[in-house]
């Protein structure tokens, strides 16, 4: 059975034997995107090429790239641990052609290495195409053979990918595998998609269109691909499994927490334990790549992640701080193919041990609180906004910490309530501060502290970022 390492080694040398230059992942922090928060594709380091404002002198590409899907257009977060198939973070394995191969190409490349390299049982494979993608259609038919039922036309979005509001975009065509009826799920179109049955392994885009401003499109002379795969999703097919959280790597990951905790690794506790081994990725990786927890931006979405951490791991009963603890078996598992991993690991340790260690006393007494006023509310009743708010302000708990802690209860946060508590003390603390004298400006800092505190839009730390690479 192949491991994670072994499989990403695969796919790299697949394309490396079909001419394609292996790059290296680029960092979490994009270099060249203000407006994107962590990278959250294969793409984003190539962008420049796809609109050919930049040339390199290669013109097909294969990468394993870093991803991390916590905030923005793209959240994971809430899926992790209640589905099969999501991370924060995850590896994208991903080939790239410039104004080189097209469609003709790109889809038998997939099949080929699929069906003949991996040896996946062609009867279980599926795609979706975009409807009017009748190019797409001919070669999945003629050179795989699939028959007009397995080829299933898409009319939304999902299969219709944009750069952003103009510039290069295209059909699509989605790869799925069948795990059987044993699985709640429908068919990718159907009302049930979003069950774990039909599970999307790979993403195909044919960039042959670019948009303007005023909504009108061209045919692109330069026609590129740009696909992404999830390492840990053909990883769970590859070693038989279903649940990407089952994949060895994973699988390690699980039981150095359950080691660490004393609890058994497949007993109640093993979601605790699925959340955690994800959140251990996705929190080393970026302060390997020069995020630090703050209250603001990309770090807070860092630190947000180190604390949803935790309270599992206090779930599961631990007094001491844990996921320090279990860089070591990170390191062991993906320290090689990516070695910023070992170089930032004692600065990994260090930042996990004291957020842990400082969140600890407010995380123990929060819970508590919200046990007690769960314990007064009536059944089912939604979260006062204004408890919500006392744990963010006073116990140091996000707002989608609170959420998460609730979803197990099938309970939900009065979310209005919330951003009225919010919106008042930002208003007292601007009346407060008026009182000083200083009005105009601190209304200037209140609007700049407000912005920053969003976490879709994080232009401002660019320049700290490119520092760091
Ligand atoms: P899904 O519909 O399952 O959420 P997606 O359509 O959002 O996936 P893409 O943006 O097309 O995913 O990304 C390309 C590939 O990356 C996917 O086909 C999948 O294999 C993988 N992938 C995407 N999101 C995740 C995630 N959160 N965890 C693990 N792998 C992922
Ligand atoms: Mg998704
Ligand atoms: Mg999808
Ligand atoms: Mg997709």
Not at 401 to 423: I, S
Request: hydrophobic share 35%; charged share 25%; proline share 4%.
């Amino acid at each position: 059975m192949p491991t994670l390492n072994e499989i990403r080694s695969t796919f790299l040398n697949f394309f490396e034997r079909n001419d394609h230059a292996i790059v290296e992942s680029s960092p979490l922090v994009p270099r060249n995107d203000p407006t994107l928060m962590f990278t959250n594709s294969g793409m984003v380091q190539f962008k420049n090429l796809f609109t050919g404002v930049e040339r390199r002198d290669y013109n097909r590409a294969s990468t394993s790239q870093k991803c991390v899907r916590a905030g923005g257009k793209h959240n994971d977060l809430d899926n992790v641990g209640y589905t099969a198939r999501h991370h924060t973070f995850f590896e994208m394995l991903g080939n790239f052609s410039f104004g080189d191969y097209f469609k003709e190409q790109a889809i038998p490349y997939a099949w080929d290495l699929l069906t003949k390299d991996f040896e996946l049982d062609k009867s279980k494979l599926l795609v979706t195409i975009y409807h009017t993608d009748d190019e797409a259609a001919e070669i999945w038919k003629k050179y795989a053979g699939l028959p007009d039922n397995r080829i299933i036309r898409i009319a939304t979005d999902d299969n219709f990918w944009s750069m952003g509001a103009t510039g290069p975009c295209g059909p699509c065509t989605e790869i799925f595998y069948d795990h059987g009826p044993d699985i709640w799920g429908g068919q990718p179109g159907s009302p049930e998609e979003d069950g774990d049955r039909f599970i999307e392994i790979w993403n195909l885009v044919f960039m042959q269109n670019e948009r303007f401003e005023d909504g009108s499109q061209i045919d692109l002379e330069m026609q590129s691909i740009d696909t992404g795969m999830g390492l840990e999703r053909i990883g769970a097919l590859l070693q038989g499994k279903h649940d990407n959280y089952d994949t060895d790597l994973m699988r390690s990951l699980i039981e150095a927490s359950a080691h660490v905790t004393s609890q058994d690794p497949d007993g109640p506790g093993n979601v605790h334990h699925r959340v955690i081994a994800d959140h251990l990725r996705s929190t080393s990786f970026l302060i390997a790549d020069g995020v630090m927890p703050s209250n603001e931006g990309r770090g807070y979405v860092l630190r947000r992640i180190m604390r949803r951490a935790m309270r599992h791991a206090h779930l599961l009963g631990a007094q001491d701080p844990v996921m320090h603890q279990l860089v070591p078996a990170l390191v062991t598992q993906m320290g090689q193919a990516f070695p910023e991993l070992g170089r930032a690991q004692a600065l990994i340790e260090e930042t996990l041990k004291l957020e842990e260690t400082r969140f600890k006393t407010t995380l123990d007494r929060g819970l508590k609180l919200l046990e007690d006023e769960l314990g007064v509310l009536p059944e089912n009743a939604a979260l006062p906004g204004q408890t919500a708010f006392k744990l963010y302000d006073t116990y140091g708990f996000p707002l989608d910490l609170t959420q998460d802690a609730l979803r197990e209860k099938g309970r939900e946060v009065d979310t209005d309530g919330f951003d009225t508590a919010m919106a008042e003390q930002k208003a007292k603390a601007r009346a407060a501060w008026a009182g000083t004298g200083e009005a105009a400006d601190s209304t200037i800092w209140f609007d700049i502290a407000e912005e920053s505190g969003t976490t879709d839009f994080l232009g401002y730390d660019t320049e700290v970022a490119e520092g760091q690479i």
